[in-house]
C-alpha cells in the first residue's frame, strides 16, 4: 500500500535520520519533510536523498493551520510523523 507521509521538523538532527530512514526503507512511499529551519534545521543533513524520486521538502511552520491544510490535502497526506 502506498502511503503519503509528513515528517516534521526533518531537517534537524534526530529528523533527518527519521526522514532518512523512512526514504530508504520505504521506496513505495512518498515522504514530505516538513521543516520551518530554523537555528536546528540544516538542508544539508539530507543531501544525499535530496534527489530521491519519493522524498520531497516543504519550508513551512506546523503553527499555521492553513498552510498545513493546504499541504496535508495537496500531498494526499495519510500519515504524520511528529
Do not use: C, Q, W
Not at 515522504?31 to 516543504?58: H, W
Amino acid at each position: 500500500m502506498k502511503r503519503n507521509i509528513l515528517i516534521t521538523g526533518g531537517a534537524g538532527f534526530i529528523g533527518s535520520h527519521v526522514v532518512r530512514l523512512f526514504v530508504n526503507k520505504y521506496p513505495d512511499y512518498h515522504i514530505v519533510n516538513l521543516d520551518k529551519l530554523t537555528y536546528a534545521g540544516n538542508l544539508a543533513n539530507l543531501k544525499d536523498i535530496e534527489d530521491r524520486p519519493n522524498y520531497s521538502f516543504v519550508k513551512a511552520d506546523i503553527a499555521d493551520l492553513d498552510e498545513m491544510r493546504r499541504i496535508i490535502t495537496e500531498n494526499h497526506i495519510d500519515g504524520i510523523i511528529h
